[in-house]
């Protein structure tokens, strides 16, 4: 069983293992299972120090593709965190009049929606 500790943020930008649990990064874990993995965001965690799983920290590229989801909706905070880590290409797709009254997006590429051919 996967269980995962880690932030909403990096569950949005590192994705989560499909079959994964979701489970408070300070909730003590029962675990009766020796083949237990608990996903943290670091080792300190003290979720690591109190249980025989095996903690693992860092992004999940060890595993397949396929078994990992991403959320649809990412927070402010998320989005942010992705472009700044340039994981992510933000398009805007407002046009000039919108742009000019809201502003662009900090890191995002402008391509009015009107100047893409099949959308």
């Known amino acids: 069983t996967i269980y ?3 932030s909403a ?9 499909s079959r994964s649990v979701q ?3 300070s909730r003590s874990v029962d675990l009766q ?14 979720l690591c120090q109190t249980t025989e799983a095996i903690c693992y920290s860092g992004d999940l590229s060890e595993l397949n593709e ?3 989801s991403y959320p649809e909706d ?9 472009l700044d880590q340039e994981r992510i290409t933000l ?15 900090p ?7 009107h100047e893409i051919t099949e959308a």
């Open 4 to 6: 995962d500790a880690r």
């Open 9 to 17: 943020i990096y569950r949005e930008v590192y994705g989560f293992p």
């Open 23 to 25: 489970i408070s990064r």
């Open 33 to 46: 299972n020796e083949n237990a993995v608990i996903l943290v965001e670091d080792k300190t965690n003290p």
């Open 66 to 68: 396929d078994d990992i």
């Open 74 to 82: 990412v927070s402010f905070s998320g989005l942010r965190f992705l």
């Open 91 to 105: 398009i805007d797709v407002r046009n000039e009049t919108e742009l000019e009254a809201a502003g662009q997006i």
């Open 107 to 113: 890191g995002s590429f402008n391509v009015p929606l």
